[in-house]
């Protein structure tokens, strides 16, 4: 749903989104996080990309009270994200399922903010048949009128579910030539 709707205004900008990755990024050796970081915001910045940070509660931490060297140089690497977000002259998208974990001084710096709310009935009946392949055959036992009704989960969850039940099916020995999506696949 997020980093979705983060290349959906990228495209709408007419503008290349470049996702980081934060494991290419992140380094457990002192200023190295800062230098990756540095290379990711240039190249951006060079390219005139839409910046994503998925999962953003995890490098855009609250600062901590100084305790240990390890706690100034966590703060230092807020400290330069901070800087370089001020600077950087593009779009920067931050995506979270836990805000209250980004330090205040981004959220400050954030100039709109879209909350997602989960999908009621209907829309989550509609990402389950928009999510199944449509190769797929469906036993007379599956109503997905009925999962959506009972499940009130989110668009993420939706979709691991429908890869497990996929991948069931798909190895179901009861399956010939032909997956079918049983309603025990589902559960």
Known sequence: GKPML???IA???GLDLYQVDLA???SKWVGETEKQLGKVFDHAERAHAVL???EADSLFAKRTEVKSSNDRHANQEIN???QRMESFEGVIILTTNMEKSIDEAFVRRLTFKIRFPAPEQDERELLWRRMLPPEMRY???VDLTEVARRFAVTGGFIRNAVIRASLIALHDPAAAARPVLRRA???
Do not use: C, K, N
């Open 11 to 13: 495209q709408a900008l």
């Open 6 to 8: 983060a290349g959906l």
């Open 139 to 141: 036993a007379d036992d």
């Open 185 to 187: 696949h589902l559960q």
């Open 24 to 26: 290419q990024v992140v």
């Open 80 to 82: 330069h994200l901070l």
């Open 52 to 54: 994503l940070f998925d």
